[in-house]
């Protein structure tokens, strides 16, 4: 079955960076686009970035254009997000996505606080 694991979270300070890592199985994931969101307790999940499934083409939303950056490695099956210049607003839930698939992992916590 599709499977999306989640890593990489944890607490950091504002100016700070973290990865996020998204294991997938389950499915030719070199075929799959994928995406990020985000969600904050109470509000409803927020786009964070895309990219294609050759990793040819990304876009990210625009609170974390300039900041984020998506990337895939197709022979580790697994998409990156890369976030510098953490900002206390950046403190989220963070999920990877198969869209195809309509799969979800069980998300990564992020805290950005001093």
């Known amino acids: 079955q599709v499977q999306l694991v989640e890593s990489g979270g944890g607490l950091v300070q504002p100016g700070g960076s973290l990865r996020l890592s998204c294991a997938a199985s389950?499915?030719?994931?070199?075929?799959?686009?994928m995406n990020w969101y985000r969600q904050v307790p109470g509000k409803q999940r927020e786009f964070v970035a895309a990219?294609?499934?050759?990793?040819?083409?990304?876009v990210a939303a625009d609170p974390v254009k300039g900041r984020f950056t998506i990337s895939r490695d197709n022979a580790k099956n697994t998409v990156y997000l890369q976030m510098n210049n953490l900002k206390p607003e950046d403190s989220a839930v963070y999920y990877c996505?198969?869209?195809?698939?309509?799969?979800w992992g069980q998300g990564t916590q992020v805290h950005v606080s001093s």
């Open positions: 996505t198969a869209p195809r698939f309509n799969a």
């Open positions: 990219i294609t499934s050759v990793g040819g083409d990304s």
């Open positions: 389950g499915f030719t994931f070199s075929t799959s686009a």
